[in-house]
């Protein structure tokens, strides 16, 4: 069936740091591939998207990039601040019951 | 303007008690969402509707029972809440398709006593 696994956290980083958070998939078909962003104390809002391979989601400074190859759709900001802390979730939908799945969540904590 | 508003936003209730969530959308999609987010943030969807037709039902207790009088309205209804009920539950809504974004309530906090 289709899943999302996406690394455990929290992570903890210094201000302006490099930041990944892995993602990988598993699917039938092309999914589409979201990375969704909840800051304390709210809703989950969109990030960054990709529909088909090759393609990069790119918002506010993160980017992702939608790799068939390795069915992985990591999480990249080059220099993370502290309003970044909050919690990353990769979801794909791949269409069937138009169900997202949803990876566990990845806690991010940036220290100034 | 609030896309997708959710009431009541904390909710601290006793054991056994009956309790409704009511949810709003004003984006005209035609999909709707309950969620509950556990303490560990595991999201994990509970129903969906589209155009007031229950779409997914996941394996929740028939304690809990949506209900959509029209597109842009699901209400999520609790009978005899439990402790085990303590969690956020999500709200949400989207116009159906593989690449289209999902929009979130802010929430409701429910805490069982």
């Known amino acids: 069936g289709n899943s999302v696994t996406q690394m455990e956290g929290p992570v903890t980083l210094s201000e302006e740091a490099f930041l990944t958070i892995n993602c990988t998939y598993t699917?039938?078909?092309?999914?589409?591939l979201f990375w969704y962003v909840q800051y304390p104390g709210e809703g989950l809002q969109l990030l960054l998207k990709?529909?088909?391979a090759d393609d990069k989601g790119s918002n506010k400074g993160f980017e992702a990039t939608y790799r068939k190859e390795t069915t992985s759709f990591h999480l990249e900001k080059g220099s993370v601040q502290v309003s970044d802390s909050a919690v990353y979730f990769c979801a794909l939908n791949a269409g069937n019951n138009r169900k997202l799945i949803w990876g566990l969540g990845t806690s991010l904590a940036v220290n100034p | 303007d609030t896309a997708v508003s959710q009431t009541p936003k904390y909710l601290v209730t006793q054991m056994g008690n009956d309790k409704s969530i009511k949810c709003e959308q004003n984006l005209g999609h035609d999909t709707m969402y309950w969620y509950k987010q556990d303490s560990k943030k595991f999201l994990k969807i509970m129903f969906s509707?589209?155009?007031?037709?229950?779409?997914i039902n996941e394996t929740v207790p028939n304690r809990f029972s949506p209900k959509s009088p029209d597109k842009a309205h699901l209400n999520l209804h609790i009978n005899s809440l439990e402790l085990g009920d303590s969690a956020v539950y999500f709200c949400?809504?989207?116009?159906?398709?593989?690449?289209?974004?999902?929009?979130f309530g802010e929430g409701s906090w429910l805490t069982v006593v």
């Open positions: 949400a809504s989207s116009q159906a398709g593989l690449a289209n974004t999902i929009y």
């Open positions: 699917a039938t078909g092309y999914p589409s």
């Open positions: 509707y589209n155009n007031k037709e229950l779409i």
């Open positions: 990709a529909t088909k």
